[in-house]
């Protein structure tokens, strides 16, 4: 049988929060620090359209320009910077690039590091399209701010029709990419999230959530911690 309720109150209840206080009026609303949201994963699975789309739909979200080596593959590639391999490697030694990868003899790529930290120093999300290494990479760096999600088109086979399909890679680069691509796949459980795009509406919903989630999350508002800490009594916690 359920244990009698006390016939009454216990003599001494909590005093009520009254009165004005300075610390009441400070804002629970914290802008979260910046993230730095990486879209990984092979060639041909949708990664710059997505994040180019993401960017399009929230005007709060940015991304940063890259610096490569390789020939223009044609239009819509308005993100990259084109610099010969013997600047590109001068950049290297200046410490230029937060992180940089080199796939093959003539190609480099990297991510400027100015452009991050001047981001990261106001509390501004980027987004990126890397390939698996690139978001390893800068994961090194910044392993607090860095969100890793893991872009794939619904089946191997589909990536690689995808990918034929540009047009922009010679059969060398193809085979090249497909090389790639395996070694992807060996850093996948390395991702914070995995997003098959298969339906791109759909992928792009799913990556804007994440995002609003991230902004959430605790660690990026650790400054309304100090708030609640001068409401708080300290308390034991009791398991019934």
Not at 69 to 82: I, L, M, Q, V
Not at 122 to 145: A, K
Not at 179 to 184: Q, T
Request: hydrophobic share 35%; charged share 25%; aromatic share 8%.
């Amino acid at each position: 049988m359920p244990e009698p309720l006390p016939e009454s109150l216990p003599e001494s209840l909590p005093e009520p929060i009254s009165g004005a206080r300075p610390e009441d009026s400070r804002s629970l609303v914290i802008r979260p620090v910046g993230t730095l949201l990486v879209l990984s994963g092979p060639s041909g699975t949708g990664k710059t359209s997505l994040s180019r789309a993401m960017v399009e739909k929230d005007p709060t979200l940015a991304t940063t320009r890259s610096v490569t080596t390789r020939k223009p593959r044609g239009s819509g590639e308005e993100h990259y910077d084109y610099v010969s391999r013997e600047v590109f490697l001068k950049m290297v030694g200046n410490g230029d690039f937060v992180q940089w990868i080199h796939p093959s003899f003539d190609e480099y790529y990297g991510t400027l590091r100015a452009p991050v930290e001047k981001a990261l120093s106001e509390g501004q999300d980027l987004v990126f399209d890397y390939c698996t290494e690139g978001y390893l990479n800068l994961r090194r760096f910044y392993p607090e701010q860095v969100v890793g999600v893991f872009v794939m088109a619904p089946s191997v086979e589909a990536m690689a029709v995808r990918l034929k399909g540009r047009g922009s890679e010679s059969p060398e680069e193809l085979v090249l990419r497909h090389h790639m691509a395996a070694k992807d796949f060996a850093f996948v459980d390395q991702h914070d999230y995995h997003v098959i795009n298969d339906d791109f509406d759909a992928a792009l919903q799913t990556l804007l959530a994440i995002r609003r989630a991230e902004q959430a999350r605790m660690s990026r508002q650790r400054a309304v911690l100090d708030v609640y800490a001068q409401h708080a009594e300290p308390t034991l916690l009791r398991y019934y």
